[in-house]
């Protein structure tokens, strides 16, 4: 299995043979792990009204700081297994620009590349705060659809268009499996190799936990997270 592991990751390196890598992985007993978020708290959204490129923005805004669904469930917090290092082959990460919004509201990404659109036919700008990874401070004017950053190194990013103030929005860099929680704060980690895995769950506001799951290949394993108010 281990030795499976690294002639993999050398491959994946080299060649982009990460469909294959995640085949050979799932093949071997991959599991996935179920990771469920919540928290016992309010909600804090602000809501605030919008005077400029009100045709695409709207007169009305949200900041979505901490979304709280069905079962106290808690939306767009990240979960992973980091050490899964390559097990899944993910699809290009992307983030949109749409509606004076930044769509979704963090994306989840391997260390590589990001594709960043504008849907709004308006001048936006990508500000990234980061620390790990260059920051990123440029124009992104209507006619730039789409813009190609990378971003290499591990970190939670935080984005901002200076456009428009409002505008926040979170690059997860994340190494191994990862998947933002969805409205009902559930995220599924798919292809995790079997065994002893560290689970760990960010949130913008929140902070970070971790947990250790024994993964079953072939199985899901279920693992729960109540993050704390600060
Ligand atoms: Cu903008």
Same mark, same amino acid.
């Given at each position: ?66 979304? $709280?669904?069905?079962?106290? *469930?808690? #939306?767009? &917090? ?5 050490? /899964? +290092?390559?097990?899944?082959?993910? =699809? ?78 979170? $690059?997860?860099?994340?190494? *191994?499996? #990862?998947? &933002? ?5 559930? /995220? +599924?980690?798919?292809?995790?190799? =079997? ?36």
């Amino acid at each position: 299995m281990r030795k499976a592991l690294t002639i993999g990751t050398a491959v994946a390196l080299v060649g982009g043979a990460a469909m294959w890598f995640a085949t050979t992985v799932g093949a071997q007993g991959g599991g996935t792990v179920e990771v469920e978020v919540k928290y016992n708290g309010p909600a804090k959204v602000d809501k605030l009204k919008v005077n400029k490129d009100t045709e695409k923005c709207g007169t009305e805004t949200m900041i979505e700081h901490v979304v $709280v669904g069905a079962n106290k *469930g808690l #939306a767009n &917090a990240v979960a992973s297994a980091p050490g /899964a +290092k390559g097990a899944k082959a993910t =699809a290009k990460a992307v983030i949109d620009q749409h509606g004076c919004k930044f769509v979704p509201h963090v994306v989840v990404m391997q260390p590589g590349e990001i594709e960043i659109k504008n849907s709004d036919d308006i001048l936006h700008n990508i500000h990234t705060y980061s620390t790990a990874n260059p920051s990123i401070n440029k124009a992104q004017p209507k006619f730039k659809k789409v813009m190609t950053e990378k971003l290499e190194k591990p970190e939670f990013v935080k984005v901002t268009c200076d456009v428009h103030s409002w505008m926040l929005g979170w $690059v997860a860099v994340v190494p *191994g499996v #990862a998947a &933002a929680t969805d409205a009902n704060g559930v /995220a +599924k980690l798919e292809n995790v190799p =079997a065994g002893k895995q560290k689970i760990e769950v960010w949130h913008e506001t929140l902070g970070k936990q971790e947990k250790e799951v024994d993964v079953k290949a072939g199985q899901t394993t279920k693992v729960s997270f109540e993050m704390k108010g600060k």
